[in-house]
């Protein structure tokens, strides 16, 4: 017995251990001048200090966008006067495929200001403000608010022969209403946040402006090299790299050197041109990139500009005078010739390789000074190992592949596939300005014939500028026609409403398709219309709060456990929010799964409960906390001070299932877009729920 409680004493412990409250934001304030008098016009400073890998919304964004917008009230009094709204100080902003819109944000350090006109000697301002912190390490969101005030400023007429005395700023301590994930917690020790998913559900953290990692774009990069060797401006270079250095010197170790050197020249080269690159894709630049009409289109033309390069209509070159100034240097021997050997390769090539390596510097405008330069190592480390490897051994050119009509339809199918990518920049402006342009199914329809035509262009059913006549159909061009067509298939039920997960990152929301056969709710999933009998009374704020999938269940605390008695089933409680973004991808990525969405449908009493909710309830209804001694007044209030009170815990999404009584079965759980994982957290709970029975 003193084992078995030894045991709970040490969960106890450990669960309290990791379910502690998180604020990752601190607030302070100040005034923009020290000595007032009557008719002076003073700004109020609020600054907040975020920690690292956190952000807080900004005030200055669409408010029915869906994030919670930071927001200030002020109690009116007739010792001052506000002059226009709130201001925030120099925001970030991004266009975010989630809210499927523009965003603005502070990491780091944001600021707000308020102006306001002194009216009376020793002026009380006060107010209160609310805001929401994300971090994307690891999924969370974090709904705050709080009061301030602004008391005992020094009046100038008063001040005696100093009249600088700083303003006596009343402010108290930050307090929280929403919650963090139990789990994670112990690895929060410092507020250093450790890496461990992606909201992609395949990488170690998620890039807002970005669909990959640094590495999975290297590796795209490597490959993007590995394909430019095969237009017909770089793979006849192969041959005369081979020849150059064989016919050049008769020492072996001399010649490998030299190889060597080759290679790494054709590294530097377009690492440097990363390199110059690079202080143009900082963060400030990115953001703006990500959102603005004018880059994005100017990238659109840019790709369709490749594309048709790459089809025939025009060639992309250099002026014929820097490449003979290279070959010339190349004349001269030595290391240094050998260098300009490789230049006048990149500059040779450059029909073939500048879009390409145009499409990677456009692909690096993520706001990360690394991407350009990584980005173009890895293209050149694919560009350079075949040249080097063929210099050094020579005797492996018998193995080649005879030059042919066949590298014009590589760069052919570079082009379609060029032009299918170009797209998505014209998607992002379209989406962030709301020119309706490029909805969902045209985009579809797009994609659909482009990559329809590149599978009858691989079975030689089309000839473009260039090409020589196909008689037979090659068995490398027959299975990459299979695996387009395949591609086109896999599209197709996208027309009607399918919402093609593996390319939502790429595809436009789902709200802008017309032509939806499916049903489907205002956020852009599936709608499967669980039974209503899982129901015992009809859910009180049905009206305006929703789960999604068409999942029938309730928005009170109170009632779903009443439900639960009756039904004698556990409770699935979501503590989620009309701004979480994490919460859309957990209810759009791990929901509709069959498995899980049948378990949701069919073990258990649903209850979602949206701490960011401002409705307000009756008087009679409000209640004073014993976590922060305020009054909860509204929906949200109440829901993320039972968040905090029962659960310890105050971030979003937050997954709970307890029994009929309110007690807790399992460990919660947080953001998490293993469907196994979530699976059989809800197997779990079921069968604790079952054992007390």
């Given amino acids: 017995m003193k084992k078995i409680s030894f045991l709970f004493l040490v969960i106890f412990l450990a669960h309290g251990l990791q379910a502690q409250i998180l604020e990752p934001a601190d607030w302070s304030y100040d005034v923009s001048k020290s000595d007032i008098k009557i008719g002076d016009e003073v700004e109020l400073i609020f600054k907040v200090t975020i920690d690292k890998d956190w952000y807080v919304y900004s005030s200055d964004f669409d408010p029915d966008l869906g994030p919670m917008l930071t927001e200030f009230t002020f109690e009116p009094n007739s010792s001052y006067e506000l002059i226009g709204g709130i201001i925030p100080i120099n925001p970030k902003k991004k266009y975010d495929p989630i809210w499927e819109g523009e965003v603005k944000y502070f990491s780091g350090i944001g600021e707000f200001r308020q102006k306001v006109k002194i009216k009376n000697n020793n002026p009380i301002i006060k107010g209160a403000y609310s805001y929401q912190v994300c971090t994307d390490v690891d999924g969370k969101c974090i709904n705050f608010d709080d009061e301030f005030s602004f008391e005992g400023f020094q009046n100038s007429a008063s001040a005696g022969n100093n009249g600088s005395s700083a303003p006596l700023i ?18 929060k020790a410092s507020k250093s946040m450790t ?29 993007a090299g590995l394909a430019a060797l095969l237009t017909p401006c770089v793979f006849p270079m192969i041959p005369m790299t081979v020849s150059f250095f064989t016919g050049k010197t008769k020492d072996k170790k001399h010649g490998i050197r030299k190889a060597l050197t080759y290679g790494l020249s054709i590294i530097l080269i377009y690492t440097l041109i990363g390199s110059i690159v690079a202080p143009f894709m900082g963060a400030g630049v990115a ?27 025009f060639e992309i070159t250099l002026p014929s005078s820097w490449i003979n100034k290279a070959d010339e240097k190349a004349d001269k021997g030595g290391f240094a010739g050998v260098f300009f050997m490789a230049f006048t390769l990149v500059l040779v090539s450059f029909s073939c390789t500048g879009p390409i390596v145009g499409s990677i510097l456009v692909e690096a405008a993520g706001g990360q000074m690394l991407k350009p330069i990584l980005g ?13 490897l063929f210099a050094i051994f020579p005797e492996w050119m018998n193995s080649l592949p005879k030059s042919g009509g066949w590298l014009n339809s590589v760069k052919v199918v570079l082009g379609f596939l060029e032009l299918a990518f170009a797209l998505k920049f014209l998607s992002i402006a379209d989406q962030a300005y709301h020119w309706g342009i490029l909805d969902r199914e045209i985009y579809l329809a797009f994609w659909i014939v482009i990559f329809t035509l590149m599978g009858f262009y691989l079975l030689g059913k089309i000839r473009l500028p260039n090409d020589n006549a196909v008689e037979t159909t090659s068995v490398p061009r027959f299975v990459l026609a299979i695996i387009t067509f395949t591609f086109v298939i896999y599209l197709i039920p996208g027309m009607f409403g399918a919402p093609l997960k593996a390319l939502a990152g790429y595809l436009p ?42 999942i029938q269940g309730y928005f009170d605390y109170d009632q779903a456990l009443a439900c639960a008695k009756e039904q004698q089933k556990p409770v699935f409680v979501d503590f989620t929010g009309h701004g979480c973004v994490n919460c859309r991808e957990m209810e759009a990525r791990v929901w509709p799964d069959p498995e899980v969405l049948k378990r949701l449908n069919s073990d258990f009493v649903m209850l979602a409960l949206y701490v960011d909710d401002k409705t307000d309830l009756p008087e009679s209804e409000w209640y004073t906390s014993n976590y922060d001694n305020k009054v909860k007044k509204s929906i949200g209030k109440q829901n993320a001070d039972l968040q905090i ?19 807790l079965l399992v460990e919660p759980k947080s953001y998490d877009l293993s469907v196994e994982n979530f699976v059989s957290f809800l ?11």
């Fill in 170 to 187: 009343e402010t108290k301590p930050l307090q929280l209403s929403a919650t963090d994930t139990p789990e994670n917690q112990e690895k």
């Fill in 376 to 388: 173009m190592f890895a293209f050149s480390m694919a560009f350079a190992i075949p040249f080097t």
């Fill in 287 to 313: 953001n703006e990139l990500a959102t603005h009409w004018l880059p994005n289109v100017l990238f659109f033309l840019v790709f369709v500009i490749f594309a048709l390069s790459f089809f025939g209509l």
């Fill in 509 to 550: 929301p789902m709200f802008t398709h017309d032509f939806n056969l499916l049903q489907t709710n205002q956020r852009g999933t599936i709608s499967f219309g669980a039974d209503e009998e899982n129901l015992c009374d009809p859910p009180k704020y049905a009206d305006f709060l929703h789960f999604p999938h068409g």
């Fill in 683 to 693: 197997d779990a709970g079921k069968k604790a729920f079952s054992g007390i029975r």
């Fill in 645 to 663: 009170r029962k659960f310890n815990n105050n971030a979003q999404p937050f997954y709970v299932i307890i029994d009929p009584n309110g007690e």
């Fill in 195 to 223: 890496l461990k998913k992606d909201n992609s559900g395949f990488l170690k953290s998620r890039d807002s402006n970005s669909p990959y990692s640094l590495l999975s774009f290297m590796i795209i990069a490597f490959l």
